[in-house]
């Protein structure tokens, strides 16, 4: 499962890259509004770090409005994925862009039949989100799963991109589901690194060593 990291810090995004925890970015305009930054150029210097995707989103509401902005933001980069909402605007967007050859990110995808209709219509990648679906007492996790299972009876090509994660365990389920990838912020992804007997072992073996006195270096 590819780990794309939801954020337009630059910062964050390099300390996570240089570990190998990159594949990809993911923004949308409340990330933009948070950074404080011009989206062309914050994206740019995105792009300039990370050599995997970097989905940029359009804010257009007409189709035609759409593919012109996607457009300009796909002349940013070659690894810009131009950003789609799920509707049959995005859609009309969603298949011209791709038609001509761009990257497509459909995104805030909250049913099988919204994945079903963005794979017919080109998407590289789909976004249904898990933590939105959760919060109105909906299993985002099995949205995910049944979307794996419908792309998989009829061979798309559209990844699953899991969206809105907000727990180590919501990436332990999109793993295990067999999502594509899974976008979080940089918060959540290094939440994986942590465990509370992990800290117990460790803080034993540190007064163990205390005890015999030794030094390594």
Known sequence: MKFFVDTADVAAI???NDLGM???VTTNPSIILKSGRDILEVTKEICSIV???V??????MEADAMIAEGRKLAEIAP???VKVPLTWD???ACKVLSGEGKMVNVTLCFSVNQALIAAKAGATFISPFIGRLDDINLDGMELISD???????YGFETQILAASVRTANHVTQCALVGADVMTAPPAVIKALASHVLTDKGLDQFAKDWAKTGQKIL
């Open 14 to 16: 390099s300390e996570l």
């Open 79 to 81: 690894n810009i994925t």
């Open 147 to 153: 979307i794996r299972q419908v792309y998989d009876n």
């Open 51 to 53: 050599s995997g995707p």
């Open 90 to 92: 995005g859609l009309k």
């Open 55 to 60: 989905s940029a989103e359009v804010v257009a």
């Open 22 to 24: 990159v594949d990809g």
